[in-house]
């Protein structure tokens, strides 16, 4: 089990808005930023959003991320094709020594 | 363009030990605004982080992991490594490694984030 909860999938059609949630507690997501990564199949992750809000050049403004307490989110608008793949959100927990921590991840599907 | 590039034995046998090297290149990873970290990825499944090491040594690990896992790096060679040890079947997965760095100063580790990843290799345990 994740210590970050995030939805197995999600899903919709080309140019409509989904969105992604991640939810963790105050030793993790409470406290420290929360940071977005695409892995399309076959590759390794991509960096889409991070300090819980900001968008690394190159990553389309399509893409948008926010946090409130210890629950965050990633808003896609605008779906592609080739936006299809699996979304993980990660954070630091301070508990036992501290460590990194992703969540389970969500495969997205443009129907 | 900085590149990290894994490399070892695609297939280790159970209870031996799993050795995985990360080869950097353009970047120094000397660097004090870095960690240099081991990530993996099961078939079909989600990622999970094994662990970090820093410039100076020093290491954080998970907890699951912590009491088989060891994290090192060579200066000289520009590389890190990892060492996985009483391997079982469970531990077979694709094994990324990856450079975590931070835009603040006196960051803590919650301001580091992933910014480039090697590609990847996948490492069988099995007889």
């Known amino acids: 089990q994740s210590v970050l909860t995030q939805p197995p999938s999600a899903s919709g059609a080309p140019g409509q808005r989904v969105t992604i949630s991640c939810l963790g507690s105050?030793?993790?997501?409470?406290?420290?930023?929360v940071y977005w990564y695409q892995q399309l199949p076959g590759t390794a992750p991509k960096l889409l959003i991070y300090?819980?809000?900001q968008r690394p050049s190159g990553v389309p403004d399509r893409f948008s991320g926010s946090k409130s307490g210890s629950s965050a989110s990633l808003a896609i608008s605008g779906l592609r094709s080739e936006d299809e793949g699996d979304y993980y959100c990660?954070?630091?927990?301070?508990?036992?020594?501290?460590?990194?921590?992703f969540g389970g991840g969500t495969k997205l599907t443009v129907l | 363009q900085l590149q990290l590039q894994e490399s070892g034995p695609g297939l280790v046998k159970p209870s031996e030990t799993l050795s995985l090297t990360c080869t950097v290149s353009?970047?120094?990873?000397?660097?004090?605004?870095?960690?240099w970290d081991w990530v993996r990825q099961p078939p079909g499944k989600g990622l999970e982080w094994i662990g970090s090491?820093?410039?100076?040594?020093?290491?954080y690990h998970s907890p699951s992991l912590k009491s088989r896992v060891a994290i090192s790096l060579d200066t000289s060679k520009n590389q890190f490594f990892v060492t996985l040890k009483s391997v079982t079947a469970a531990d077979t997965a694709v094994y990324f490694c990856?450079?975590?760095?931070?835009?603040?100063?006196?960051?803590?580790?919650?301001?580091?984030?992933?910014?480039?990843w090697g590609q990847g290799v996948l490492v069988t345990v099995s007889s």
């Open positions: 105050s030793s993790n997501s409470g406290s420290n930023y």
């Open positions: 990856a450079r975590r760095r931070t835009d603040i100063v006196g960051a803590i580790q919650g301001d580091y984030y992933f910014d480039y």
């Open positions: 353009s970047a120094s990873i000397t660097s004090i605004i870095h960690y």
């Open positions: 300090m819980d809000d």
């Open positions: 090491v820093y410039y100076n040594g020093s290491t």
């Open positions: 990660a954070t630091w927990d301070d508990s036992l020594s501290g460590h990194c921590v």
